[in-house]
């Protein structure tokens, strides 16, 4: 391919608005052009790019056995209604309605559109297992998009949904597509990582994400030799403490002055904040209303939002004001476990169960309980409620250490979510009618394309991994009206093509410095540079990821070329 020939439109400063690395290399370097907020149009490179990935995902897919579909990217506001999502999806889903006044939206997920087009048609548990996958274009409309495709508004999605008679064979399809997506990842010459995640709004028992691990990343990730989760859903062995608990036995009420702080508690009573119990009182959101819930973590812990809010059940969880606090009958700084206004539902985290000597807020101004034993509730009011943080120990006995990762994948174990809301079913052994359990696994496509260069750049542009790069060889030349230079590297690109090598040849009429930026800002792994030193049968190669030049004999270029790309 001739570089005059291609629309590459590199520019030497990104926007101002762009601040992610990835951001600004690729609208730099050519692969992509905003349109709007959270719009983007993928330009050649982009493109070509956006292919490559699809067909490494699209083959491994294959591969596990999954059947390749298009569904339509807008879907009737009818099914949406039948799971229930319609109403409480949030602003993120594009809803509109047509000339006749039909309600859509433009789809963030296609759940509902595949139930809809099994139901019906798969009948029998004999059917079954079955799973259907698209890479097709998504919209979800931002309230802050930004970091260029890395959070756009509108995207391209590989999203799967499969299909079984029984809870075994989901699992088995989970771990068959947790092998495929990492073998995707691999195949893409990523450092990644799966990690235990929460389902959020997709819904289901159990799920896991596909890291790309990156400074730049919005996710934090606990890890430890043998254990990796999202801070939304981290676990760990319970903590235990060597300072000496509050020596009061028995329950007591003591009077505690302008104590309205876990510190100024621990303080006042000279113990160590472990023994103590923090009161969050949370305004959780519910599909039809919304109420205060209290939430109970050690002293020392802090509340973890998601789990707060799944513990719930409810929508989203928020901080409540203080006339909420006040109207609930609640006492802030004060709030304990014991004595609460009977209308007030609360959560106990799970490593405060039958802990004893502790102390905690009385639910009276000014007053705390001493001697305060975690005991007689029920055991639904205890939940996995602490945020797990770096330095706690790793349910595998290591020590949890942080880092930053980029969201790729997320597969689920859905269950009968959907199918059960949107009757779905099928005739199991017996001949009853039973809702399909369900699995969903999807991977960004257009964002692995972010996620990438997040990985692999360097001050000078993009390096592409040699695994899936736009190019595999940037051909420059020197002197683009030098006759010798011009057929080497027009002979060199033929022999190579035909190779079955990508090859860019950048034969512009350009400066050579202006070549070289080029090159080094486009990131392809390997060129050659064909200039003065060919009076000489010489000619130089170059490796992107480190710059290193050497020189080899001119007459040795393509053998030596095809070694390297080989390899």
């Known amino acids: 391919m001739k570089f005059s020939k291609l629309f590459i439109p590199t520019i030497k400063e990104a926007p101002k608005d762009a601040t ?24 050649p490179l982009g493109l070509k790019m956006l292919h490559k990935i699809s067909a490494i995902v699209r083959d491994e897919m294959n591969k596990a056995g999954a059947n390749e579909l298009a569904m339509s990217v807008v879907t009737p506001a009818s099914l949406w209604s039948q ?73 391209v999605m590989k999203d799967a949904y499969s299909f079984h008679a029984d809870e075994k064979d989901l699992k088995r399809e989970f771990a068959n597509m947790e092998r495929a997506y ?16 929460d389902s959020g709004a997709i819904g289901g028992s159990g799920s896991k994400e596909f890291m790309v691990l990156a400074n730049s990343g919005e996710d934090d990730i606990l890890l430890s030799q043998n254990y990796a989760a999202n801070v939304e859903a981290a676990i760990r062995q319970a903590r235990t403490s060597d300072a000496p608990r509050p020596e009061s036995n028995a329950m007591s009420k003591f009077k505690t002055p302008d104590c309205d702080t876990i510190a100024k508690v621990a303080e006042f009573f000279h113990v160590d904040a472990f023994y103590t119990i923090k009161a969050v009182i949370k305004k959780a959101i ?3 209303g919304s109420k205060i819930i209290v939430f109970f973590v050690r002293g020392d812990d802090e509340l973890q939002n998601i789990k707060a809010q799944n513990a719930a059940k409810a929508l989203e969880i928020e901080d409540a004001s203080a006339d909420e606090i006040a109207k609930a009958g609640l006492v802030a700084g004060y709030c304990g476990p014991a004595h609460l206004p009977e209308n007030i539902d609360f959560y106990i985290d799970n490593e405060l169960k039958n802990e004893s000597q502790m102390i905690c807020g009385a639910n009276e101004f000014g007053y705390h309980i001493v001697g305060f034993k975690v005991s007689n509730f029920k055991d639904e009011r205890f939940a996995d409620l602490v945020a797990v943080k770096a330095g706690d120990i790793s349910v595998d006995g290591g020590i949890l250490s942080l880092k930053k ?7 689920f174990q859905l ?14 052994e017996n001949g009853k009618a039973t809702p399909f359990i369900m699995g969903c696994y999807g991977i960004g496509v257009s964002r692995l394309i972010a996620a990438m260069v997040e990985q692999n750049h360097d001050e000078r542009g993009i390096i592409w991994q040699k695994q ?13 009206k ?33 070549k070289m930026a080029d090159f080094e800002l486009i990131g392809i792994p390997n060129a050659i540079i064909i200039a003065k030193s060919l009076e000489n049968e010489q000619v130089e190669i170059i490796t992107r990821k480190n710059l290193i030049k050497e020189k080899i004999p001119a007459n040795q270029a393509k053998i030596e070329l095809e070694k390297r790309l080989k390899a």
């Open 20 to 43: 992610l690395i990835s951001h600004q290399l690729l609208i730099r370097a050519g692969f992509i052009a905003s349109s709007g907020a959270g719009l983007y149009n993928l330009l």
């Open 83 to 155: 799971s229930g999502r319609y109403e409480v999806f949030g602003k993120e889903l594009l809803r509109f309605k047509d000339r006749k006044n039909n309600a859509f939206v433009f789809s963030p997920t296609n759940e509902e559109s595949i139930v809809d087009i099994v139901r019906g048609r798969i009948t029998s548990y004999k059917q079954l297992p079955l799973n259907l996958y698209q890479i097709n274009t998504k919209f979800r409309d931002e309230a802050r998009p930004r970091f260029g495709i890395m959070r756009a508004r509108e995207f």
């Open 182 to 197: 990492n073998a995707i990842f691999t195949r893409l010459g990523l450092s990644f990582v799966a990690v235990n995640a």
């Open 286 to 288: 519910f599909e039809n």
């Open 405 to 411: 990762g980029i969201e790729v994948g997320h597969i």
């Open 415 to 428: 269950g009968q979510k959907y199918s059960r809301a949107m009757n779905a079913t099928f005739l199991d």
């Open 468 to 480: 899936c790069a736009p190019f595999d060889l940037h051909i420059i030349v020197g002197d683009v």
């Open 482 to 514: 030098n006759e010798k230079q011009m057929s080497f590297a027009s002979e060199l690109e033929s022999e190579l093509e035909s190779a079955g090598f990508e090859v860019l040849l950048d034969d512009r009429n350009e400066r050579f410095g202006v």
